[in-house]
DNA sequence: GTCCAGGAGCCAT
DNA sequence: ATGGCTCATGGA
């Protein structure tokens, strides 16, 4: 008979970690928001994260006794990151400086590459909102059980793709996929089946790994960088959505309707190795100031 | 009612 | 190479 795993928590230790921005800035969709905590799953393990000042209050369910912060969670919250080395990778432009001055400690995040790539799939042409709320039915549906305290909000880890094949592409469809119930079911089966090996992707070159992850039906570009780079993969890589494109329009080229090939090529060019990070800014900052959709140099809502 | 959402695939120029 | 159309679904 083994005692209750009992809550444990502990402080570490970090310069400059906006949790709050980091966890709504389109990264993760499975956090909830909660008492001024963020509380979630990393693995297989419930976590719940308070920002203190001078650091990050993490909370977990022990598994071993004595057990220190688990190591998957430190390395999920890369903590260890120095935030001014990669900001100063920036290139030195006013747009750089203000996305900086405005996002304040934001961080990436570094994810399980199934997951990730789950989430991403489920993304498509979908508002934040909605994907949050389909990624909560795949939990509660198809998901294991977690380890939790008796107040959690999360209890459920998103689906493993063995879950998600036997599932089928009906129930997803039922949890609101849509369309790209077929794509995540088609992703889930190449993963069990082992015709796609995701753990490989940060040793291959960042174009194979692109190349790789394309292979999958409904994954362009876009959903590819977002799994090379929110994995922690590749860093240069720099995803190029919606609202990036229209930040990337209206602040590099005075609100030109440039199409997205274009301005992908444009970003490959303009920001150095920590490409991805730069964009996070860029994404973020455009959303905090609602950037307006261009329409043939007019504004529309 | 219309437009849009952290897109991608397919087909017609 | 480039530009439209469609996919499913809810919110603004």
Not at 135 to 157: K, S
Request: net charge neutral; aromatic share 8%; hydrophobic share 45%.
């Amino acid at each position: 008979m083994s005692a209750p795993s009992p809550l444990r928590s502990e402080v570490v230790f970090v310069d400059d970690y906006n949790l709050d921005s980091t966890m709504d800035s389109g990264q993760v969709f499975g956090f909830v928001q909660s008492a001024s905590c963020w509380e979630g799953a990393i693995g297989h393990r419930w976590v719940r994260l308070r920002s203190v000042p001078g650091g990050i209050e993490i909370h977990w369910m022990e598994e071993q006794r004595g057990e220190p912060v688990p190591v998957e969670i430190l390395d999920f919250l890369q903590s260890d990151i120095d935030l001014g080395e990669v900001v100063s990778s920036f290139p030195c432009d006013g747009v750089m400086e203000s996305a900086v001055e405005v996002c304040k400690g934001l961080r990436l995040l570094k994810q399980s590459p199934w997951h990730c790539l789950a989430s991403f799939i489920l993304s498509s042409t979908k508002q934040i909102t909605q994907i949050k709320w389909i990624h909560a039915e795949l939990c509660r549906r198809f998901g294991a059980r977690l380890i939790v305290p008796d107040d959690a909000v999360v209890v459920h880890m998103f689906p493993s793709p063995d879950a998600i094949v036997r599932a089928g592409e009906g129930a997803l469809r039922e949890c609101k996929a849509g369309f790209r119930a077929r794509y995540l079911l088609e992703a889930a089966s190449r993963v069990v089946d082992g015709s796609i090996q995701l753990g490989n992707l940060a040793r291959m070159s960042m174009d194979e790994a692109r190349s790789e992850l394309m292979a999958l039906p409904g994954v362009g570009r876009k959903i590819a960088d977002c799994v090379l780079l929110f994995t922690g993969a590749h860093a240069e890589a720099f995803p190029v959505d919606v609202w990036i494109a229209r930040a990337l329009r209206e602040l590099y080229f005075k609100g030109r309707e440039v199409p997205i090939p274009k301005l992908q090529a444009f970003t490959d060019a303009h920001f150095g190795p920590n490409g991805g990070y730069a964009q996070q800014y860029l994404f973020h900052y455009a959303r905090v100031h609602r950037m307006k959709r261009v329409v043939g140099g007019k504004e529309r809502a």
